[in-house]
Nanobody, 121 residues
């Protein structure tokens, strides 16, 4: 059974950096795609960053130039590097990913458990 386990959240000062990790446990061949979402209190979940199988990336306007999404299939994990953090980046971040389970093309898709990011003095 595949699970996505997130880590890397925490409390940081404005202007500092954090790297969120989303590790796929279980027997997978690779991570095909990954998205990172966040859900500020009282608001809908919003897409922060996405990466496709061919490495194409897409970012929310609010994080362009500050956040970078990437996958390291040697570690069965994806990451969200967050630089120049702002107080408005404070919220819970969720990853979701599609993983390749076998060479017949069977895939699994799911969500991580969420990790809190707090940007404050």
């Amino acid at each position: 059974q595949v699970q996505l386990v997130e880590s890397g959240g925490g409390l940081v000062q404005p202007g500092r950096s954090l790297r969120l990790s989303c590790a796929a446990s279980g027997n997978i061949i690779s991570i095909n795609t990954m998205d990172w979402y966040r859900q500020p209190p009282g608001r809908e979940r919003e897409l922060v960053a996405a990466i496709t199988r061919d490495g194409s990336t897409n970012y929310a306007d609010s994080v362009k130039g500050r956040f970078t999404i990437f996958i390291d299939n040697a570690k069965n994990a994806g990451y969200l590097q967050m630089n120049s953090l702002k107080p408005e980046d404070t919220t819970v971040y969720y990853c979701n990913a599609e993983t390749l389970l076998d060479h017949d093309g069977t895939t699994w898709w799911g969500w991580g458990q969420g990790t809190q990011v707090t940007v404050s003095l």
